[in-house]
């Protein structure tokens, strides 16, 4: 038997602050996965229609390094968020009296 058999108040993810503790997780991981496609869409460019178009590995490493500040500050922002939404989820469960 399940605990959401027993607690007619629904499970504790059911607390606001544990939903906006999910909403905040999954805003996290966007801003970690914004962040990871800021450098990607950096270093690889536009479509290359002709081999001869292509960047030379000067140009690639000079666009991902510009590119890798606000990649940093979308991660650790990312990470952040995640931790905080892990945080409320948890304080979300120890309102309600669980683990």
Do not use: C, Q
């Not at 800021?38 to 081999?51: N, P």
């Not at 001869?52 to 606000?70: C, D, M, N, Q, W």
């Amino acid at each position: 038997m399940s605990n959401e058999a027993r607690d007619p108040a629904g499970p504790p993810s059911a607390t606001p602050r544990a939903r906006w503790g999910w909403a905040v997780t999954g805003v996290g991981f966007a801003v970690i996965l914004w962040g990871v496609l800021h450098l990607t869409s950096a270093t690889v460019g536009g479509r290359i229609h002709e081999f001869k178009e292509r960047r030379t590995y000067g140009e690639v490493k000079l666009a991902a390094h510009r590119a890798f500040p606000v990649t940093l500050l979308l991660g650790f922002t990312g990470l952040a968020l995640v931790i905080l939404g892990g945080r409320l989820r948890a304080a979300g469960r120890a309102d309600r009296g669980g683990a």
